[in-house]
DNA sequence: AAGTATGTCAACCGCCATCTT
DNA sequence: TAAGATGGCGGTTGACATACT
């Protein structure tokens, strides 16, 4: 294990490759193969380190190398491999024929990741960017709701109004449970007695509330609405809003996930030949306003890591 | 025309996995 | 089995080019 010695150890060059470098080098690999990249260097008259050899070979003087702008089908690749492998340039440039990790890696940090960032989607998990400014009051409420229910064992409470909510009809039927509640009953309560409940310093009557969201409202859900209504408690409903299929503002949820929409109707006549030749997947730039999200946001791997969570 | 800001990309560095002894 | 050697990978840097003021 170890590094190798630095190249200024050994009074190696370093910095670009001259012409005559690259021809040296070139010669060598075509008339030997290269060999071990190590001894390389000394037997093809090059003051450099084998390392560095073997970047120049691969990344730039191997003949199968294709240079130039990539194509949109090459982008698309990219899009596709990237959110699937993540920051795996190798396994990525493994579907790029000619093109090398280092290049793919170029354009994707100089290119499709801006790009990415300005249609507001997260180009590490290529789902769209939430926007953690536009949560904060709802962030907060729950962080003091947390606390809340920490400090003062509501969710033991919480049980208690429930269970005064329904459990006379229900227990007419169910001998074990008018027993059960029978014996809670007899247990002298800190928290409730007296049809009142222990919020941290107060005490509330329960005939104040009749459900549960009233009182996530009175312990400081910090707004007007009730809490339920400030915070997405249906993950499904989120999910949907983030895939797109509930545009209804009216929603209970109240999470907007995607970045706007925008109207591409401008857009797609001045650039159908670009969609067409991505299939109708535009990834940004000119290409970036339209009216739907880009296809691989409905890929089957973001499906299912959505779907799953829920599940 | 000159200075500055920004973008691009070749090359390097350091870490890790695998191979060899 | 341990330790060194080697190749490969991903992140980062810095020189150069281009755009902007």
């Known amino acids: 294990m170890g590094r190798s010695p630095s190249s ?8 670009p490759w001259t012409p005559e470098e690259d021809q ?6 075509q008339k030997h193969g290269h ?68 290049e793919i890696k170029n354009y994707w940090n100089t290119h499709l990741k801006k790009r990415l960032i300005q249609m507001g989607i997260d180009p590490m998990t290529h789902q769209p960017k939430t926007d953690l400014f536009s949560c904060l009051p709802q962030l907060i409420a729950l962080a003091n709701l947390k606390e809340l229910l920490e400090q003062t064992q509501l969710a033991h409470n919480l049980q208690y109004f429930n269970l005064l909510r329904q459990p006379l009809a229900i227990a007419e039927n169910n001998p074990d449970l008018a027993t059960a509640l029978n014996a809670i009953n007899q247990e002298p309560d800190p928290y409730f007695s007296n049809n009142s409940l ?36 249906d993950q499904e409903d989120v999910v949907q809003s983030q895939m797109g299929l509930i545009n209804d ?12 929409l925008m109207d ?14 991505t299939g109708g997947v ?9 009216l739907n999200w880009p296809d691989f946001i409905f890929e089957e791997s973001f499906l299912d890591d959505n779907l799953s969570e829920i599940r």
């Open 35 to 102: 060999g071990s990249w190590r001894a390389l260097p000394k037997l093809a008259g090059l003051k450099r380190c084998g390392k560095s050899c073997r970047l120049r070979w691969t990344n730039y003087l191997r003949p199968d190398i294709k240079r130039g702008k990539f194509s949109n089908e090459e982008e698309n690749t990219i899009l596709h491999l990237h959110s699937i492998l993540g920051n795996k340039w190798s396994a990525i440039a493994a579907h790029l024929p000619g093109r090398t990790d280092n």
């Open 198 to 233: 222990q919020v941290g310093q107060e005490r509330v009557e329960m005939s104040d509330f009749f459900s549960v969201e009233n009182a996530a409202v009175a312990i400081g859900g910090g707004g007007s609405q009730p809490l339920q209504q400030q915070v997405p408690f």
């Open 282 to 290: 535009s990834y940004g730039g000119e290409g970036a306003s339209s």
């Open 264 to 277: 591409s109707s401008a857009s797609n006549n001045t650039n159908s030949h670009e969609n067409s030749s």
């Open 8 to 15: 200024e150890e050994n009074n190696l060059k370093k910095g």
């Open 249 to 260: 503002k009216s929603s209970s949820s109240t999470w907007n996930l995607l970045p706007p």
């Open 24 to 29: 040296k080098l070139t010669d060598y690999i």
